[in-house]
């Protein structure tokens, strides 16, 4: 069973980097269309990112666009998530989450995902 873990998150100032990391364990994540997701207080969750099980196709929320970038490690069984220059509203739990519904492609509707983590906390503020 494939169980995935996020970190990387913290307080950051505006224009601020993080790299948000997301591992997995019990299977292989090359096996597995691998979304970013955020969900800020009183929001509804969206997308941020995605990549492909296999092909490398990537696809990218247009208010990160240019900002995040989304990669992945099969070796070492992570995805990640670049964020830079941040803005307060990037504020928000970051979750990642695996689906096998398409495996060359990727979108970022959240009924495609079938197995998430718990989250990573984004701070944007002065």
């Known amino acids: 069973q494939l169980q995935l873990v996020e970190s990387g998150g913290g307080s950051v100032q505006p224009g601020g980097t993080l790299r948000l990391s997301c591992t997995a364990s019990g299977s292989a994540l090359g096996d597995y269309v691998i979304g970013w997701f955020r969900q800020a207080p009183g929001k509804e969750r969206e997308g941020v990112s995605c990549i492909s099980a296999v092909g490398g196709y990537t696809h990218m929320n247009q208010a990160v666009k240019g900002r995040f970038t989304i990669s992945k490690n099969n070796a070492k069984n992570t995805v990640y998530l670049q964020v830079n220059s941040l803005k307060p509203e990037d504020t928000a739990t970051y979750y990642c989450?695996?689906?096998?519904?398409?495996?060359?492609?990727?979108?970022?509707?959240?009924?495609?995902?079938?197995?998430w983590g718990q989250g990573t906390q984004v701070s944007v503020s002065l």
């Open positions: 989450a695996a689906g096998t519904k398409t495996l060359a492609v990727c979108s970022l509707y959240t009924n495609l995902y079938d197995i």
